[in-house]
C-alpha cells in the first residue's frame, strides 16, 4: 500500500520543484482510430438467412448432427417482423426496415409508406467513404439485396431497380440477374457496358470466382447467373468463395470501414416450396458463410457480424414422431408466417442486439455503430 503512494508523491514532488524548461512538444495529430470507442465496429456483416425462422434453424442444426455455426454467436435477440399494411411481411418492406429503418408496405423497395425514397444505411456509407458489398444466392435486384442501393415502389420492377445500381457506387456486386442489365425489355440500354464505364470490373458465371482479380482501384459486378442462380441441390455452390472473396476485397479496398450484406436468398424459396431438404441444403450453406464471417471477423477485431432473417417461411413444424435420424416436419403455409425472428451477433457493439425489438431497430442500432447517425440522410431526387 505504501509503496504504491511514494513513487507517485516524488514525481509530484519533482514536477513542482523543476523549473529547468522543457521542451514541450505538441501532441501528434490524433489518429482517428485510438479515438474510436472500442465498442464500435470499423466494419458490419450483416448476413441475412431470406426465411431463416426458429425452425429453419433448428432444422438445419438437426440435420448437421445437432450443431449450428449460430451457436459461436454470444449475442441472441428477437425482432418483430410486421411491415405497415400487414401483420405477415414481404422480404421487400423487411428489407426495407434493414435498409432505411422505415415499417414500409409489402412489396417496396427502399421507399417509405408513402413510397417517397428513403436514404439506406448502404448509401450513407458511401457517402462516407466506406466500402460496400452486396451478395446474394438469387438476382441482385431481387428484394433483399434490391432493398440497400434501389428506390422503387414496387419490388418486381426489375429493370428499374437494375438501373438504380447505377446510382450507387457499391465496390462489390455478387449474384444473379445478369439479364435485367443486359438484354432488358423495356430499353435497349445495356447496363454492363454503364456499370464498366462507371469504373466497374464485369464478370459472371463463366468465370470461376477464385480467378476474380483482388483489385480494388476497379468495382466488381460478377453476375452468377442470368436470371435465378440454381439451389444448392442443383449445383450451386459460390456464396462461401462469394463471402471470402467481398470480405478480403472490401478490407483491403480502404481504411475507413465497411458495410456488407450477403444474403442466404434461397432457404424462402424452400419454405414457399414446402420442400424439407431444399430448407436444409440451402442452411448448410448458409451455415459456413455464417461460421466463416465470425472467423474472419475474430481475427480483424474490429468487425461487427449481425445475423438474421426477414421473416419466417413455410410454417415450418419439427414433427414429434422426428428422431435424429429422421426428421419428420409440417409446413402450415406456402407464404411467411408472423413469428418473432432471431437475431445473432459477434463483436464489437453486439451487446446492443440482445432484447426484443422492431426490425426497424437493426438499421438504427448499425448505422450508430458505424456512427453514420449524424449522416444527412436526405436523398436527391433521381
Ligand atoms: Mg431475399
Ligand atoms: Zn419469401
Keep these: 500500500m505504501r509503496s504504491s503512494l511514494v513513487l507517485p508523491i516524488i514525481i509530484l514532488f519533482f514536477a513542482c520543484k523543476s523549473q529547468t524548461p522543457v521542451s514541450v512538444s505538441l501532441p501528434e495529430p490524433m489518429d482517428l482510430r485510438t479515438t474510436v470507442d472500442q465498442s464500435k465496429p470499423k466494419n458490419i456483416i450483416f448476413l441475412i438467412g431470406d426465411g431463416m425462422g426458429l425452425a429453419q434453424i433448428t432444422l438445419g442444426m438437426l440435420a448437421n448432427g445437432d450443431k ?10 428477437l425482432h418483430k417482423s410486421r411491415s405497415s399494411d400487414n401483420l405477415i411481411t414481404d422480404s421487400a418492406a423487411a428489407a ?20 417517397l425514397p428513403v436514404k439506406t444505411i448502404l448509401e450513407m456509407a458511401e457517402d462516407e ?59 435497349d440500354e445495356n447496363l454492363l457496358d454503364s456499370l464498366r464505364a462507371r469504373g466497374y470490373i464485369v464478370q459472371d458465371f463463366l468465370t470461376e470466382i477464385s480467378d476474380l482479380p483482388l483489385d480494388t482501384s476497379a468495382n466488381i459486378a460478377y453476375f452468377t447467373a442470368d436470371t435465378d442462380p440454381l439451389p444448392v441441390a442443383q449445383g450451386r455452390d459460390y456464396l462461401l ?46 451455415d459456413a458463410v455464417i461460421a466463416y ?9 474490429e468487425t461487427l457480424v449481425v445475423v438474421t432473417a426477414d421473416h419466417e417461411t413455410g410454417g415450418l413444424a419439427i414433427q414429434p414422431e422426428s428422431t435424429p435420424d429422421s426428421l419428420v416436419t409440417a409446413f402450415t403455409s406456402t407464404y411467411h408466417t408472423g413469428v418473432m425472428i432471431p437475431v445473432f451477433a459477434f463483436g464489437p457493439g453486439a451487446e446492443n442486439f440482445a432484447g426484443i425489438y ?18 444527412d440522410s436526405s436523398i436527391e431526387n433521381e
Design 96 to 115: 426495407t426496415a434493414f435498409s432505411c429503418g422505415v415499417r414500409t408496405y409489402n412489396g417496396a423497395i427502399g421507399v417509405d409508406a408513402d413510397t
Design 129 to 187: 467513404g466506406l466500402a460496400t458489398g452486396l451478395v446474394a444466392t438469387s438476382t441482385i435486384v431481387h428484394a433483399t439485396p434490391a432493398s440497400y442501393a434501389a428506390h422503387d415502389p414496387y419490388r418486381k420492377n426489375y429493370e428499374a431497380i437494375a438501373k438504380d445500381f447505377l446510382d450507387v457506387d457499391v465496390d462489390v456486386l455478387i449474384g444473379g440477374g445478369k439479364k435485367y442489365f443486359e438484354r432488358r425489355e423495356f430499353d
Design 241 to 286: 468463395d462469394a463471402t471470402k472473396y467481398t470480405l478480403d476485397y472490401l478490407k483491403q479496398k480502404n481504411d475507413n470501414g465497411f458495410f456488407a450484406m450477403i444474403e442466404g436468398s434461397q432457404i424462402d424459396w424452400g419454405g414457399h416450396a414446402n420442400l424439407q431438404d431444399y430448407v436444409i441444403s440451402e442452411y448448410l450453406e448458409y
Design 293 to 301: 464471417a465470425k472467423e474472419w471477423a475474430e481475427q480483424d477485431g
Design 358 to 375: 422492431d426490425n426497424t431497430d437493426i438499421f438504427t442500432k448499425m448505422v450508430k455503430a458505424l456512427n453514420l447517425d449524424k449522416v
Design 68 to 77: 449450428t455455426a449460430l451457436e459461436e454467436y454470444p449475442v441472441v435477440g
